[in-house]
């Protein structure tokens, strides 16, 4: 169990880092220096991965030292998968795994949000990468009103993990408006059963970025659910999410009929 302030009962047990479940990826859109050191002093032990979102990385001041603060504190750190493909557009693979390599980076994403690459190519970019990275592989369009069969979805997520990708990332934007969501944020419920099947929960990062798309997840897999695209002030409610010390999970691990007590 993490280190709490308090022992309270009838909390869930929580796993600790290294985590293969319980994982949150948290979203860095170009925070500060100053703001990084102080995002791992209150939250580095409920954080395992670190996404600089989408191309930020490219305009961003002091990326490389903001990159070791985040190592530093044993939480992994990558690049966001669309500066991926926008090397890929531009065929320069080789530069891209120069590029994150230059900046001593462990992990690398894949993904086809934003360009179409034939899944047998993003398979074999995935195996390619998996020889010094641990990759994450994401799964999903990007686009608005873009529908994908939960077939298809259980297909790719299945060949990307034996491609070798750590865990596959199911797609809802930073907006949680696309993917396994609908225009209103509300989730594609019949989807994430179709998948979950077939694929194991455990080898899914969930995109959650709003509030009440955490608390579906945790609702319908526990607390050791993995989550991403979480901000960087929503790392510690989410804890409490996960724990049942917040209102909206408040009896999920509490005895039956407490609810209906009065005290």
């Known amino acids: 169990m993490p280190n709490y302030n308090v022992t309270l009962t009838h909390l869930p047990e929580r796993t600790v880092r290294p985590r293969e479940s319980g994982i949150t990826m948290v979203m860095d859109k170009g925070i500060s220096l100053k703001s990084a050191e102080d995002f791992v002093e209150s939250y580095a032990d409920y954080v395992d991965f670190v996404k600089l979102g989408f191309g930020t990385s490219v305009v961003s001041k002091h990326v490389k030292e903001k990159i070791k603060i985040y190592q530093k504190a044993g939480i ?67 686009e608005e009103g873009i529908i994908i069969h939960p077939a298809k979805w259980v297909s790719m997520m299945k060949a990307e993990l034996e491609a070798g990708s750590f865990k596959v990332i199911a797609e809802a934007r930073e907006s949680g408006t696309v993917g396994i969501f609908h225009k209103n944020g509300s989730a594609h419920s019949m989807l994430i059963t179709r ?18 798309q955490q608390v579906y997840f945790i609702n319908l897999f526990g607390a050791n659910v993995n989550v991403g695209n979480i901000s960087v002030d929503d790392v510690i409610p989410l804890e409490t999410l996960r724990i049942g010390l917040r209102g909206d999970t408040f009896f999920n691990y509490m005895p039956e009929g407490t609810k209906d007590k009065i005290f």
Not at 80 to 88: I, K
Not at 196 to 207: M, S, V
Request: hydrophobic share 35%.
């Open 195 to 212: 998948i979950t099947n077939k694929i194991k929960p455990t080898d899914i990062i969930w995109e959650t970025p709003q509030k009440a």
């Open 76 to 142: 992994k750190t990558y690049l966001g998968g669309t500066l991926f493909e926008a090397f890929v557009a531009r065929g320069k693979f080789d530069e891209y795994q120069k590029f994150i390599d230059s900046y001593g980076l462990d992990t690398a994403e894949v993904s086809d949000g934003s360009i179409n690459i034939a899944h047998d190519s993003k398979c074999k970019f995935i195996s390619t990468l998996a020889k010094n990275f641990t990759v994450l592989s994401e799964v999903g369009s990007k």
